[in-house]
């Protein structure tokens, strides 16, 4: 197991793969972008990395441990003049790595390593507090309103059945109240007919009962007549007696 043991091999003795990486460190610097394998391109990342770190030190140490490495002293030079206002706010992460395909011959992947800048990098968004409190202040108040709305429909609700049974309520009254009128005015049609018919009886009782009386004086008078008619036959007989 390789433990401790970082970089690797390449099939390669240790002086060609140092020699290999300090050409491409070199040409990485000078030209900015290299195409190459994507196994040495991750294994050249380490390298620039290492070289960038010692040009934002910025000392004279640094300056001779990175031309022990790099094979131009301009490229040193260079990248050193460069290193603290392109590399200053970052740390760590100064190349980039793009796969492009596989390699015409061989089928070997390529990938392109180039050198970033503070400005290529993202930023990052810095969560701010004030926001949050003005969002909590904003929501709060529809929170409220919320609520309110809750409450009132809850007490549309609960004053609903109410409202319907005094409509109920009064529309019974209502109805008895017209029952009631309907009921009196019947009774009283029943007794103005009731009124009536004893005077229409009473009419034809009186219109009977004069006829009635001239047909009794009639036989009154017949009697008195009657009467009358015996007392001067009595006379007339007395007198015949007189004159006998």
């Given at each position: 197991m390789r433990h401790r043991r970082a970089g690797v091999k390449l099939n390669r003795?240790?002086?060609?793969?140092?020699?290999?990486?300090?050409?491409?460190?070199?040409?990485l610097l000078k030209h900015e972008r290299i195409k190459t394998t994507d196994?040495?391109?991750?294994?050249?990342?380490?390298?620039?990395d290492h070289i960038i770190t010692l040009a934002k030190r910025g000392d004279l140490h640094a300056r001779r441990q990175a031309l022990a490495i790099v094979r131009e002293k301009a490229v040193v030079h260079k990248i050193f003049e460069e290193a603290k206002e392109r590399f200053g706010k970052?740390?760590?992460?100064?190349?980039?790595?793009?796969?492009?395909?596989?390699?015409?011959?061989?089928?070997?992947?390529?990938?392109?390593?180039?050198?970033?800048?503070?400005?290529?990098?993202?930023?990052?968004?810095?969560?701010?507090?004030?926001?949050?409190?003005?969002?909590?202040?904003?929501?709060?108040?529809?929170k409220d309103q919320k609520a309110e709305a809750?409450?009132?429909?809850?007490?549309?609700?609960?004053q609903a059945p109410v409202e319907t049974l005094q409509e109920e309520a009064a529309a019974a009254d209502s109805g008895q109240a017209q029952a009631q009128e309907a009921a009196d005015a019947q009774a009283d049609a029943q007794?103005?007919?009731?009124?009536?018919a004893p005077q229409a009886d009473a009419a034809p009782e009186a219109e009977a009962a004069p006829q009635a009386d001239v047909e009794d004086d009639t036989p009154a008078e017949a009697a008195d007549q009657d009467a009358y008619q015996p007392a001067a036959d009595d006379t007339g007989e007395d007198e015949d007696k007189k004159t006998s």
């Open positions: 003795s240790s002086s060609h793969r140092q020699a290999m990486f300090r050409n491409m460190v070199t040409s196994v040495r391109a991750k294994e050249l990342r380490r390298w620039a970052i740390n760590g992460g100064y190349t980039r790595i793009v796969k492009l395909g596989k390699r015409p011959g061989d089928a070997a992947t390529i990938s392109m390593i180039e050198l970033v800048s503070a400005e290529d990098k993202p930023k990052k968004k810095k969560k701010k507090a004030a926001p949050k409190k003005k969002a909590a202040a904003a929501k709060a108040p529809a809750k409450a009132a429909d809850t007490q549309a609700e609960a007794a103005d007919e009731a009124d009536a």
